[in-house]
């Protein structure tokens, strides 16, 4: 099973060929780190990457 991830908001998906936040088909494998977003209100992980839904989310995108 090959991870994808968002190139518009970088959550990483583990099944599907759509974004379920923005709606993108826009989706890369080459993606590289993660980060676990629990708790996006309060997270400064979540700040940071400007994510306001838990979920798992790439730290960069390769191409
Ligand atoms: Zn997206």
Redesign the pocket.
Known sequence: MEEKA??????IISHGDK??????K?LTGKWSGYVIVLNAEKSSAAHMLNVKMNSTYAISIND
């Open positions: 968002c190139r518009n908001c970088k959550i974004c379920p936040i923005c709606g993108e826009d």
